[in-house]
């Protein structure tokens, strides 16, 4: 059973970088079965797919926030990150890893994190 | 750049039978989108019900259900219960490493 958990600051200042981090435990994020991808959730709003990334390192990214989101795999910690540039108070929102499979859909979820832009 | 509709809202008996869609702004739902359907309750991560327009996840009550109804996706709960109000989201997958949240709908069982 696959286990991803995220980590990272909880505060942003506006204008600077959001660094997150998924760790994945109970299978390889080697694994060719797997994508991996993050998901943000503003507060009382609904759920937002931000990009995908398989163990090569072949990325897809959602066009909205294309010019400031990079994914990043490092397959000798089992960890995926992401990075999200010049955050707003718009980019408040908890921030979850996901894994998707051969099942064609997110199937294994993180706890998520909440992340909060703001001076 | 496509959106993926879902009603707002909706509102069941217990008991009853309700019937959510997933639909596009433009062209037809099919199976070539792999609509997935998930649940969430406040303060919880997502929970996959539905991947593959109908396969459920293991341990999904048989009272939910996917399918293609028309040109959109669907997701029935047949017998709602009390514990089934909750949102609930479809994800289209477009292609090319592209996926699609719709907006969600907020599930009322009284």
């Known amino acids: 059973q696959l286990q991803l958990q995220e980590s990272g600051p909880g505060l942003v200042r506006p204008s600077e970088t959001l660094s997150l981090t998924c760790t994945v435990s109970?299978?390889?994020?080697?694994?060719?079965?797997?994508?991996w991808g993050w998901i943000r959730q503003p507060p009382g709003k609904g759920l937002e797919w931000i990009g995908t990334?398989?163990?090569?390192?072949?990325?897809y990214y959602s066009p909205s926030l294309k010019s400031r989101v990079t994914i990043s795999v490092d397959t000798s910690k089992n960890q995926f990150s992401l990075k999200l540039y010049s955050v707003t108070a718009a980019d408040t929102a908890v921030y979850y890893c996901a894994m998707w499979g051969e099942k064609n859909c997110f199937d294994s979820w993180g706890q998520g994190t909440l992340v909060t832009v703001s001076s | 750049q496509t959106v993926v509709t879902q009603e707002p809202s909706f509102s069941v008996s217990p008991g009853g039978t309700v019937t959510l869609t997933c639909g596009l702004s433009s062209g037809s739902v099919s199976t070539s989108y792999y609509p997935s359907w998930y649940q969430q309750t406040p303060g919880q991560a997502p929970r996959t019900l539905i991947s593959?327009?109908?396969t459920r996840s293991p341990g999904v009550p048989d009272r939910f259900s996917g399918s293609i109804l028309g040109n959109k996706a669907a997701l029935t709960i047949t017998g709602a219960q009390a514990d089934d109000e909750s949102d609930f989201y479809c994800?289209?997958?477009?292609?090319?490493?592209?996926?699609?949240f719709g907006g969600g709908t907020k599930l009322t069982v009284l």
């Open positions: 109970g299978g390889s994020i080697r694994s060719s079965r797997y994508y």
């Open positions: 593959g327009t109908h």
């Open positions: 994800v289209l997958y477009l292609g090319s490493g592209i996926s699609v």
């Open positions: 990334i398989y163990y090569s390192g072949s990325t």
